[in-house]
Protein backbone atom coordinates (compact mmCIF):
# COMPACT_ATOMS: atom_id res chain seq x y z
CA UNK A 1 0.00 0.00 0.00
CA UNK A 2 1.17 3.56 -1.09
CA UNK A 3 0.04 6.78 0.96
CA UNK A 4 1.10 9.97 2.52
CA UNK A 5 1.30 8.53 6.12
CA UNK A 6 1.25 12.14 7.90
CA UNK A 7 -1.41 14.20 5.79
CA UNK A 8 -3.99 14.98 8.00
CA UNK A 9 -6.05 16.84 5.55
CA UNK A 10 -8.84 14.09 5.16
CA UNK A 11 -11.81 13.92 7.01
CA UNK A 12 -12.18 12.96 10.34
CA UNK A 13 -12.94 9.25 11.59
CA UNK A 14 -13.80 8.35 15.30
CA UNK A 15 -10.74 5.94 15.74
CA UNK A 16 -8.14 8.91 15.79
CA UNK A 17 -9.76 10.61 18.54
CA UNK A 18 -8.44 12.70 20.31
CA UNK A 19 -5.65 13.57 17.53
CA UNK A 20 -6.27 14.98 14.24
CA UNK A 21 -7.10 11.67 11.78
CA UNK A 22 -4.23 11.11 8.95
CA UNK A 23 -4.05 8.92 5.92
CA UNK A 24 -2.65 5.87 7.82
CA UNK A 25 -5.84 5.83 9.78
CA UNK A 26 -7.79 4.89 7.02
CA UNK A 27 -4.50 2.40 6.14
CA UNK A 28 -5.75 1.46 9.97
CA UNK A 29 -9.33 0.46 8.95
CA UNK A 30 -8.59 -1.52 5.50
CA UNK A 31 -6.20 -3.57 8.05
CA UNK A 32 -8.74 -4.18 10.12
CA UNK A 33 -11.45 -5.51 7.53
CA UNK A 34 -9.14 -7.33 5.57
CA UNK A 35 -7.78 -8.83 9.13
CA UNK A 36 -4.29 -9.61 8.34
CA UNK A 37 -1.61 -7.02 7.17
CA UNK A 38 0.47 -9.38 5.52
CA UNK A 39 -0.04 -8.23 1.83
CA UNK A 40 -0.10 -5.14 2.61
CA UNK A 41 3.04 -2.26 2.35
CA UNK A 42 3.36 -0.05 4.45
CA UNK A 43 4.80 3.21 3.17
CA UNK A 44 6.34 4.36 6.46
CA UNK A 45 8.95 6.79 4.66
CA UNK A 46 7.28 10.44 5.54
CA UNK A 47 9.99 12.90 5.73
CA UNK A 48 13.57 11.22 4.50
CA UNK A 49 15.09 12.34 1.96
CA UNK A 50 15.82 10.75 -1.42
CA UNK A 51 17.61 13.86 -3.57
CA UNK A 52 20.63 11.93 -2.66
CA UNK A 53 19.73 8.61 -2.97
CA UNK A 54 20.38 6.44 -6.04
CA UNK A 55 17.92 4.06 -7.77
CA UNK A 56 19.73 1.44 -6.70
CA UNK A 57 19.56 2.64 -3.23
CA UNK A 58 16.10 3.49 -3.03
CA UNK A 59 15.61 -0.67 -4.68
CA UNK A 60 17.16 -1.69 -1.97
CA UNK A 61 14.98 -0.22 0.70
CA UNK A 62 11.50 -1.18 -1.11
CA UNK A 63 12.43 -4.51 -2.69
CA UNK A 64 11.49 -6.88 0.09
CA UNK A 65 8.63 -5.04 0.85
CA UNK A 66 6.97 -4.99 -2.69
CA UNK A 67 8.71 -7.67 -4.68
CA UNK A 68 6.18 -11.03 -3.61
CA UNK A 69 3.11 -8.73 -3.29
CA UNK A 70 0.01 -9.16 -5.63
CA UNK A 71 -1.83 -5.96 -5.28
CA UNK A 72 -0.89 -2.36 -4.67
CA UNK A 73 -3.27 0.23 -3.18
CA UNK A 74 -2.56 3.79 -3.58
CA UNK A 75 -4.25 6.21 -1.39
CA UNK A 76 -4.98 9.53 -3.05
CA UNK A 77 -5.21 12.16 -0.66
CA UNK A 78 -5.10 16.49 -0.83
CA UNK A 79 -1.44 16.05 0.14
CA UNK A 80 0.06 13.15 -0.83
CA UNK A 81 2.13 15.14 -3.83
CA UNK A 82 4.63 18.12 -2.65
CA UNK A 83 4.77 20.27 -5.20
CA UNK A 84 7.93 21.75 -4.16
CA UNK A 85 9.99 18.45 -4.96
CA UNK A 86 10.19 16.40 -7.90
CA UNK A 87 8.71 13.39 -8.09
CA UNK A 88 11.67 11.16 -7.98
CA UNK A 89 12.55 12.94 -4.55
CA UNK A 90 9.04 11.06 -3.08
CA UNK A 91 8.41 7.70 -2.78
CA UNK A 92 5.53 6.87 -3.57
CA UNK A 93 6.34 7.55 -7.39
CA UNK A 94 9.09 4.43 -6.60
CA UNK A 95 6.48 2.62 -4.55
CA UNK A 96 4.05 2.17 -7.47
CA UNK A 97 6.80 1.57 -9.92
CA UNK A 98 8.36 -0.99 -8.20
CA UNK A 99 5.21 -2.63 -8.32
CA UNK A 100 4.27 -1.99 -11.94
CA UNK A 101 7.73 -3.85 -12.73
CA UNK A 102 8.53 -7.19 -13.54
CA UNK A 103 12.03 -7.97 -11.26
CA UNK A 104 13.55 -10.35 -10.96
CA UNK A 105 15.47 -12.08 -7.61
CA UNK A 106 16.79 -15.72 -6.85
CA UNK A 107 14.49 -17.98 -4.64
CA UNK A 108 16.46 -19.97 -1.32
CA UNK A 109 17.87 -22.25 -3.89
CA UNK A 110 19.64 -20.08 -6.37
CA UNK A 111 16.78 -19.88 -9.06
CA UNK A 112 15.52 -17.06 -11.20
CA UNK A 113 12.26 -15.97 -10.40
CA UNK A 114 10.49 -13.07 -11.71
CA UNK A 115 7.41 -11.63 -10.37
CA UNK A 116 4.39 -10.47 -12.27
CA UNK A 117 2.62 -6.78 -12.58
CA UNK A 118 1.02 -6.10 -9.57
CA UNK A 119 -2.74 -5.41 -9.79
CA UNK A 120 -3.26 -1.86 -8.61
CA UNK A 121 -6.19 0.14 -7.51
CA UNK A 122 -6.40 3.94 -6.21
CA UNK A 123 -8.64 4.72 -3.41
CA UNK A 124 -9.59 8.73 -2.97
CA UNK A 125 -10.20 9.86 0.00
CA UNK A 126 -12.17 12.29 1.50
CA UNK A 127 -10.57 15.89 2.52
CA UNK A 128 -11.18 17.43 5.86
CA UNK A 129 -14.38 18.55 4.87
CA UNK A 130 -16.01 15.41 3.22
CA UNK A 131 -15.64 16.01 0.12
CA UNK A 132 -13.62 14.37 -2.98
CA UNK A 133 -14.14 17.29 -5.08
CA UNK A 134 -10.11 18.09 -5.09
CA UNK A 135 -9.84 14.89 -7.36
CA UNK A 136 -13.06 14.02 -8.27
CA UNK A 137 -15.01 16.93 -9.74
CA UNK A 138 -19.13 16.40 -11.23
CA UNK A 139 -19.86 17.59 -14.19
CA UNK A 140 -23.27 18.22 -16.12
CA UNK A 141 -22.53 15.45 -19.24
CA UNK A 142 -24.73 14.35 -21.42
CA UNK A 143 -26.61 12.17 -21.53
CA UNK A 144 -26.06 11.70 -17.62
CA UNK A 145 -24.18 13.43 -15.01
CA UNK A 146 -19.86 12.36 -15.47
CA UNK A 147 -16.89 12.67 -13.70
CA UNK A 148 -14.08 14.85 -14.29
CA UNK A 149 -10.50 13.18 -12.65
CA UNK A 150 -8.22 15.56 -11.91
CA UNK A 151 -5.37 14.10 -13.43
CA UNK A 152 -2.77 16.98 -12.93
CA UNK A 153 -2.67 16.71 -9.26
CA UNK A 154 -1.01 13.61 -9.69
CA UNK A 155 2.00 12.22 -9.55
CA UNK A 156 2.88 11.64 -13.06
CA UNK A 157 3.79 7.57 -12.91
CA UNK A 158 0.14 7.74 -11.72
CA UNK A 159 -1.31 10.15 -14.14
CA UNK A 160 0.17 8.10 -17.38
CA UNK A 161 -1.60 4.76 -16.04
CA UNK A 162 -5.44 6.74 -15.97
CA UNK A 163 -6.92 6.65 -18.61
CA UNK A 164 -4.52 4.14 -20.50
CA UNK A 165 -6.76 1.23 -22.38
CA UNK A 166 -5.59 1.16 -25.83
CA UNK A 167 -8.87 0.55 -26.95
CA UNK A 168 -11.01 3.11 -24.59
CA UNK A 169 -14.13 3.97 -26.09
CA UNK A 170 -15.34 8.20 -25.93
CA UNK A 171 -18.54 9.06 -26.22
CA UNK A 172 -19.16 12.44 -27.52
CA UNK A 173 -20.77 15.21 -25.45
CA UNK A 174 -21.29 18.74 -24.98
CA UNK A 175 -18.07 18.33 -22.76
CA UNK A 176 -16.00 17.11 -25.52
CA UNK A 177 -16.75 13.40 -24.12
CA UNK A 178 -16.66 11.03 -21.95
CA UNK A 179 -14.97 7.79 -21.25
CA UNK A 180 -16.75 4.40 -20.93
CA UNK A 181 -16.26 0.89 -19.67
CA UNK A 182 -13.22 -0.11 -17.44
CA UNK A 183 -10.58 2.33 -18.80
CA UNK A 184 -7.43 2.81 -16.24
CA UNK A 185 -4.83 0.60 -15.23
CA UNK A 186 -4.89 2.77 -11.78
CA UNK A 187 -8.66 2.78 -11.40
CA UNK A 188 -9.97 5.36 -9.22
CA UNK A 189 -12.78 4.48 -6.62
CA UNK A 190 -14.01 6.82 -3.67
CA UNK A 191 -13.71 5.65 -0.18
CA UNK A 192 -16.64 5.34 0.81
CA UNK A 193 -17.61 3.18 -2.51
CA UNK A 194 -14.12 1.15 -1.61
CA UNK A 195 -14.67 0.15 1.55
CA UNK A 196 -18.81 -1.23 1.33
CA UNK A 197 -17.52 -3.78 -1.03
CA UNK A 198 -13.68 -4.12 -0.58
CA UNK A 199 -13.81 -7.25 -2.47
CA UNK A 200 -15.20 -6.52 -5.38
CA UNK A 201 -13.12 -3.35 -6.07
CA UNK A 202 -10.12 -5.68 -5.25
CA UNK A 203 -11.07 -8.41 -7.61
CA UNK A 204 -11.56 -5.94 -10.20
CA UNK A 205 -8.34 -4.67 -9.86
CA UNK A 206 -7.10 -8.65 -10.82
CA UNK A 207 -9.35 -8.88 -13.38
CA UNK A 208 -7.37 -5.60 -15.09
CA UNK A 209 -3.68 -7.27 -14.57
CA UNK A 210 -5.00 -10.27 -16.13
CA UNK A 211 -5.75 -8.19 -19.42
CA UNK A 212 -2.93 -5.71 -18.94
CA UNK A 213 -2.13 -6.42 -22.06
CA UNK A 214 -4.81 -4.26 -23.13
CA UNK A 215 -3.52 -1.27 -21.29
CA UNK A 216 -0.15 1.24 -21.88
CA UNK A 217 1.33 0.53 -19.11
CA UNK A 218 3.98 3.44 -17.67
CA UNK A 219 6.58 2.17 -15.31
CA UNK A 220 9.35 4.71 -14.77
CA UNK A 221 9.58 7.47 -12.64
CA UNK A 222 10.49 10.93 -13.93
CA UNK A 223 13.92 12.58 -13.14
Known amino acids: MSYKYADDDVEFMVRSYPRR ?37 IW ?23 GSKPDRDQWIPWEIS ?25 VVLPDSSGS ?18 RTGTLFGILRRNKFNRVDAETVPCSNDGYWVGDVSYIKAVRWSDFIADMDRHIGDAYKRRDDIGSFMISKSVEI
Open 21 to 57: TTVRDYVNEIEDRLGTTSHIFKGEHDGEDLSALSDGA
Open 60 to 82: ESLKDKIYDSSLAIVMISPGMRD
Open 98 to 122: YSLKETSRRDSEGNPVTSRTNAMLA
Open 132 to 149: YDYYLHSLPCCPKACTEH
